[in-house]
């Protein structure tokens, strides 16, 4: 499975041909998910099946499996997502028919041909965490532990000031 995907694809002739496109797609190319998430490499692993279904919708549908890097938001270490992503979208031509479709899939507009990378980018935005944190807090304070002195000393400092202590002194004088 390390085929580069084609950039561009006309999903209607697919949908008709009954295709199933597998391939990678380099993730250092998606500048939008960089801007949300940070620089990323790597490649997503994707698997895309063209179709028409039971009741006579055009769709596509798979998987798509990527592993990124993000910032965790309570630690500001670096923490590792995989996502297993499975896309089920209703092919629609124009903004109207989204509409309709809307009530009951999720509609994905293409007037003719389809920029692969903008559909699995989309699908990797949309399944960002809010707030990226570590799943075990364990693990972000073995990373801040690194760094910060644990709360409960910082009292105990403040009270062996030196000068508090020459102050004692001089007082006894
Ligand atoms: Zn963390």
Do not use: Y
């Not at 994905?108 to 699995?120: A, G, K, M, S, T």
């Not at 949309?126 to 075990?136: K, N, S, T």
């Amino acid at each position: 499975m390390s085929e580069r995907l084609p950039e561009w694809v006309d999903p209607w002739r697919l949908v008709q041909q009954r295709r199933v496109l597998e391939g990678e797609s380099p993730l250092e190319r998606m500048t939008r998910l960089a801007q949300q998430a940070g620089a990323q490499e790597g490649r997503a692993r994707v698997l895309l099946e063209f179709l028409r279904d039971d009741e006579g919708h055009p769709r596509v549908r798979g998987r798509i499996d990527a592993d990124l890097v993000l910032t965790c938001q309570r630690c500001m270490e670096s923490m590792r997502l995989s996502l297993a992503l499975a896309p089920d979208l209703i092919l629609v031509a124009d903004d109207a028919q989204a509409e309709r479709v809307q009530a009951w899939g999720d509609p994905l507009i293409v007037p003719e041909r389809l920029f692969l990378r903008d559909l699995i980018e989309d699908e990797l935005l949309l399944a960002l965490p809010q707030v990226p944190r570590h799943e075990d807090e364990a693990e972000c304070r073995r990373h801040v532990g690194r760094w910060l002195v644990p709360e409960a000393e910082a009292p105990a400092e403040e009270r062996q000031n030196p000068f508090a202590v020459l102050g004692e002194l001089m007082k006894k004088d």
